[in-house]
């Protein structure tokens, strides 16, 4: 693994905005927005990567150029050196972003806030309908 390590450079780069549904292509997203998730972050893309048992490693100070306030990318190895596939099911880069994107929305921490997010908006509003005149 650590001669796989040091040959990084040679690595697919995947930056969360090439998933992104909020995003234009023009913008840098690089599937089909109907496929495309929305927000993903580069840490659910390396659990994604993970998950499909592809070696992958995360960049976290690393800026997209065209949105430099977006941080984070993930290094994946697709190839070997041998030219075998590490994941015979993920032939492509397109096919990883395709396959990331998919199982981006059932991550489990994309799930649990979800749930609270939806609460707090409610009690947010609730709250805000009281006391409309400012106290001089």
Same mark, same amino acid.
């Given at each position: ?6 040959? !990084?450079?040679?690595?697919?780069? /995947?930056?969360? !905005?090439? !998933?992104?549904?909020?995003?234009t292509l023009a913008e840098g997203r690089r ?18 990567? @993970?998950? /499909? ?11 997209? *150029?065209?949105? /430099? ?5 993930? &290094? @994946?190895?697709?190839? &070997?050196?041998? +030219? ?5 099911? !993920?032939?492509?880069r397109k096919q990883l972003m395709l396959n990331?994107?998919?199982? @981006? *929305?059932?991550? *489990? +921490? &994309?799930?649990?806030?979800?749930? *609270? ?11 805000? +309908?009281? +006391?409309?005149?400012?106290k001089r």
């Amino acid at each position: 693994m650590d001669a796989e390590m040091q040959n !990084i450079k040679k690595w697919v780069i /995947f930056y969360p !905005i090439y !998933i992104n549904s909020k995003k234009t292509l023009a913008e840098g997203r690089r599937i089909n927005a109907s496929k495309a998730c929305e927000n993903p972050t580069y840490a659910e893309i390396y659990d994604c990567c @993970v998950h /499909f048992k592809l070696p992958c490693a995360i960049e976290s100070e690393k800026a997209y *150029p065209r949105d /430099f306030m977006q941080r984070g990318r993930v &290094r @994946v190895l697709l190839k &070997r050196e041998d +030219g075998s596939l590490c994941n015979p099911a !993920i032939s492509s880069r397109k096919q990883l972003m395709l396959n990331v994107a998919e199982l @981006v *929305p059932r991550h *489990p +921490g &994309r799930t649990k806030k979800q749930e *609270p997010a939806s609460s707090s908006s409610t009690a947010v509003a609730s709250k805000s +309908g009281k +006391g409309g005149k400012k106290k001089r």
